[in-house]
């Protein structure tokens, strides 16, 4: 049975700072792009980072660039996502998801293996 488990979410100020988690469990994911989604209330589900399986290759969405930072530890099936000057905007289910994706097109990956998500409340 394959698992992606999300840790770290939280409640936190504005301008202040989380890292998510996100472990993998159940197959190999060799050659698996990892990503964090995310969901607002009234939104749609939008990709927020993603790195390729090797990590030489990652991808922010522009509202968070210079802000977010992906990561991955593949001797331990983990994805990070390091998050700094946090905004209200930013409040929203934070979702890890796995996919095989071109890494020029992780931007609009379909995952085939999704998290359940951790909640992310920056107050303002």
């Known amino acids: 049975q394959v698992r992606l488990v999300e840790s770290g979410g939280g409640l936190v100020q504005a301008g202040g700072s989380l890292r998510l988690s996100c472990t993998a469990s159940?197959?190999?994911?060799?050659?698996?792009?990892m990503a964090w989604f995310r969901q607002a209330p009234g939104k749609e589900r939008e990709v927020v980072a993603a790195?390729?399986?090797?990590?030489?290759?990652?991808y922010l969405t522009d509202s968070v660039k210079g802000r977010f930072t992906i990561s991955r530890d593949n001797t331990k099936n983990t994805v990070y996502l390091q998050k700094n000057s946090l905004k209200a905007e930013d409040t929203a289910v934070y979702y890890c998801?796995?996919?095989?994706?071109?890494?020029?097109?992780?931007?609009?990956?379909?995952?085939?293996?999704w998290g359940q998500g951790t909640q992310v409340t920056v107050s303002s």
């Open positions: 790195i390729s399986w090797s990590a030489s290759r990652t």
């Open positions: 998801a796995a996919g095989i994706t071109p890494a020029q097109s992780m931007g609009t990956m379909k995952p085939q293996y």
């Open positions: 159940g197959r190999t994911f060799t050659g698996y792009a």
